[in-house]
T-cell receptor, first 108, second 113 residues
Framework: AQRVTQPEKLLSVFKGAPVELKCNYSYSGSPELFWYVQYSRQRLQLLLR??SRESIKGFTADLNKGETSFHLKKPFAQEEDSAMYYCALRGTGNQFYFGTGTSLTVIP | GAGVSQSPSNKVTEKGKDVELRCDPI?????LYWYRQSLGQGLEFLIY????????KSGLPSDRFSAERTGGSVSTLTIQRTQQEDSAVYLC???????????FGPGTRLLVL
């Protein structure tokens, strides 16, 4: 079965502290994974995708096939990072499977 | 250019009534998705249109839900005989090609009383 799990519904960190949002997936083939972000009163938007191997707004995510994980990390959290974060998997047939999301709050 | 738009932005209806939700994708985008975002449930895939191919309806939760896409552009999601559990935000996304980024609309917040 194709599935994405985000174990933390809520996560709070202090400004300047490192942050890691966890994502685990279940997929039999070679996965393509994404992180989407939804800021308050804004649309859901793509943050990064693993095939691009890029850093967006200081965030990075590494695909670990052994642990079937794609955790999102940032070394120094900023207040503007407070948002809802969704991990997503592209499945067969170009469907997308989203996790339940993690609400990140960065405390000033 | 204009992004994905959805209408109405909010809809309140009574249990048992039918509702239609509209999505206008980005011009030229061949792929269109509908998702349901329920409190605490994340995004649930409903249906996927790709060009002129038959849509992937595997995510539709019941036969009360249907969707069409006319002329490869505008899409309408119809929910018949609405139930209270249908209350959610319905999101539409479009994509220029199978391996491109999805762009999301603002959503329609549906409340079934």
């Amino acid at each position: 079965a194709q599935r994405v799990t985000q174990p933390e519904k809520l996560l709070s960190v202090f400004k300047g502290a490192p942050v890691e949002l966890k994502c685990n997936y279940s997929y039999s083939g070679s996965p393509e994974l994404f992180w989407y972000v939804q800021y308050s009163r804004q649309r859901l938007q793509l943050l990064l995708r693993h095939i691009s191997r890029e850093s967006i707004k200081g965030f990075t995510a590494d695909l670990n096939k052994g642990e079937t994980s794609f955790h999102l990390k940032k070394p120094f959290a900023q207040e503007e990072d407070s948002a809802m974060y969704y991990c997503a998997l592209r499945g067969t047939g170009n469907q997308f499977y989203f996790g339940t999301g993690t609400s990140l709050t960065v405390i000033p | 250019g204009a992004g994905v738009s959805q209408s109405p932005s909010n809809k309140v209806t009574e249990k048992g009534k039918d509702v239609e939700l509209r999505c206008d994708p980005i011009s030229g985008h061949t792929a269109l998705y509908w998702y349901r975002q329920s409190l605490g449930q994340g995004l649930e895939f409903l249906i996927y249109f790709q060009g002129n191919s038959a849509p992937d309806k595997s995510g539709l939760p019941s036969d009360r839900f249907s969707a069409e896409r006319t002329g490869g552009s505008v899409s309408t999601l119809t929910i018949q005989r609405t139930q209270q559990e249908d209350s959610a935000v319905y999101l539409c996304a479009s994509q220029s090609g199978s391996w491109e980024t999805q762009y999301f609309g603002p959503g329609t917040r549906l409340l079934v009383l």
